[in-house]
């Protein structure tokens, strides 16, 4: 299992460093589900299946959908189809689809190997988590949710057009 966790590990830090080189925000999007995914086997290895879990369900899953309605929403027509053809070449999916088939193989022998106890873990439910993040850490918990609610007001308030007039008294957006 250690040979699976360090080939995840190479996987999910080759693909962010594609996330965060790319140009496109297309080819970013799918380098970023492979480097989930990788981040997921590796909480699986090392014996958290219900965080692979949340990180395939929340990130993988629903920040995807986020980001793709976000660029969704900025299709302009009829020449944004022409872009998205310019985005997403035959040659483009050469490394994702590299990177997919390893982790694949990866998961498949990981299940493969499912009857084998690879390392003595105890298994930490869900109520286990709840527990013990809102018991000693609720103050954190709070203030994270706070600072959280700040900057979504913020992005809300910088994301509106203010109007408002300079010293010529000419008004400006």
Do not use: C
């Not at 990130?59 to 998205?84: D, H, T």
């Not at 873990?121 to 013990?132: L, T």
């Amino acid at each position: 299992m250690t040979t699976v966790f360090y080939i995840a590990s190479a996987i999910a830090l080759l693909s962010t460093v594609m996330v965060v080189t790319r140009y496109n925000a297309v080819h970013a999007l799918l380098y970023l589900v492979v480097s989930f995914v990788a981040v997921a086997l590796i909480f699986f290895v090392l014996g958290a299946p219900f965080i692979a879990l949340l990180e395939v369900i929340i990130y993988a899953g629903a920040i995807m959908v986020l980001f793709l309605f976000v660029i969704m929403m900025l299709n302009l027509g009829e020449i944004a189809v022409q872009k998205e053809k310019e985005w997403l070449p035959k040659r483009m999916w050469g490394g994702p689809g590299i990177l997919s088939g390893i982790l694949f193989a990866l998961i498949v022998y990981t299940i493969m190997q499912g009857g084998q106890q690879w390392t003595i873990v105890e298994m930490i439910g869900p109520v286990d988590i709840g527990s013990e993040l809102f018991g000693p850490y609720l103050v954190a918990v709070q203030l994270a949710g706070l600072m959280l609610l700040a900057g979504l007001i913020t992005a809300t308030l910088l994301s509106k057009r203010v109007k408002f007039k300079d010293k010529t008294g000419k008004e400006n957006k």
